[in-house]
């Protein structure tokens, strides 16, 4: 039932109408035992049993008993002085067999996930100082019942070394080094961690490449004092090959449109290659939200001094069907129902409609938003709208609102980016008790907004779909008195921090979201 017949089948070499020997018959049997182990089912038993027929024919059946999945029952450290053996267990992808890890295959032996794991505890070790580090050992031993696997990992830590001279070199003429160093994100005295030597690096590469030094590299050299611990690293910042960019090919979306993609580069055919651009415009693809799986890879030209981009997409399903219910106090018992389709008809473009109906409220939106409107840098939309609120029993008043909202957004580069729209509102307040507050009988009618507004971001996100690491910041301004019945001048500031853990914890999982908005209106009357 874990290993499907059908792939069983392709696995064994004999075949009807073929000759049969008993070596082909024992070679099948270990063919499939180690497809059962693929699957963590070390304990099977395979018994290959021949009929005999006439004519000097047989049948083989293949009898399989899968047994229990092989578990990891422990998960041993040893040579680990810095750091507990929990601590390290946090960092690896295999953990010890629990019972609320029953919907996981993480307790599950995997001979590749081992060999992760080394790699998991080096870079572990790396990000916290320890630049000797080796993994000596990755051991995994299974219990003569075959029913469990005690992994044993060995360490070397060696020394924890501290940040000793920084500096950025460059042997471009014109490229200022001062400038490069602004970027580096690690100081003398820091613990050394391989990670911000890294996004050093990444940054140093941007930042010199955004000067308009296209082919400009940082290269590491890392010198390490033994007797007091310290390494010094210098940023050799040198002009790389010369690589232009010969092509773009797109593979894999059998829906989404080659332009929704293609428009995510900042660089075409004929371009300096720029290793910078690509990572970006790989962050770009994964953040539209289509694609399962997102690969960017350079693959060789026709000439030594040309690259082809190749980016290979899995799609995934983009439609979204919403159907909820519940009870609020305010609205009372509501039902709501939206659909969204963000990739509409492969083209990029995000619509939604949704409907609210409870016993004191009623809503309905539509939505539509391109994000290359005009095949431009130029993301337009247009939001209608319909509400109708009853206070008969909080305020005694109804209230009614219709009306749409046009929006037109560009961006200026890939970290400020600014939204304009324009508001049409008719607002209707009616039916109003004759106990109902003084501020809402001077409501009664109908008024009319008119608002146009802007927002300015600026955002320095490592993802706008998955942010892990960065900041966004937000200052948006209203103005309402482009004819209408309300006057006022709206500013609102706001931001949103994300703080990583991983430099503290190791774990990539967790971070710390801080966010804060201030804002203020000012009535003309």
Known sequence: SKVKPDVLRNEIQLRPRSVFTTMLARADQFRILDDCACQCRYGATVEPKIIRLDQNRVDVVFEINEGEGTLVERINIIGNRAFSDGRIRDVLLTKEAAWWRFLSTTDTYDPDRLNFDRELIRRFYLRNGYADIQVTGAVAELTADRRAFFITFTLEEGERYR?????VTTQIRGLDADLLSREVDISPRDWYNSDLVESSINKINAAAQSAGFAFAEARPRITRNQENHTIDIVFDVVEGPHIFVERIDIVGNVRTQDQVVRRQFRLAEGDAFNQ??????????????????????????????????????????????????????????????????RNLLGTGIDGRINALLAQRRSQFDISVTDPAFLDRNLLGGVDLFYVTYNNQQQSQYD????????????EFNDIIRQSWFYTLSNREIYNVGTDASRFIQEQV????????????????????????????????????GL?????????????????PLAPVTGVDDYIVVLAGSVGQLFSFD
């Open 445 to 480: 009618g109908t008024t009319l907004l008119s608002q146009i507004g802007q927002t300015l971001v600026y955002d320095r996100r490592d993802s706008r779909l998955e942010p892990k690491d960065g900041y966004i910041a937000r200052l948006g301004t209203d103005f309402a």
């Open 399 to 410: 209230e009614k609102r219709v009306g749409f909202n046009l929006r037109l957004g560009y």
């Open 276 to 341: 910078v651009q690509i990572n970006r415009a790989r962050q770009r693809i994964r953040d539209l939200g289509y694609f399962e799986k997102v690969e960017v890879t350079r693959q060789p030209g026709n000439a030594p001094d040309r690259a082809v981009v190749q980016v290979e997409v899995e799609e995934k399903a983009t439609g979204e069907l919403t159907i909820g219910g519940g009870y609020s106090t305010d609205y009372g018992v509501l039902g709501n129902i939206g659909l969204r389709e």
């Open 163 to 167: 940040v000793g001279n920084v500096e």
């Open 483 to 499: 004819g209408g019945d309300v006057h006022y001048v709206r500013v609102r500031v706001d931001g949103t921090l994300y703080v």
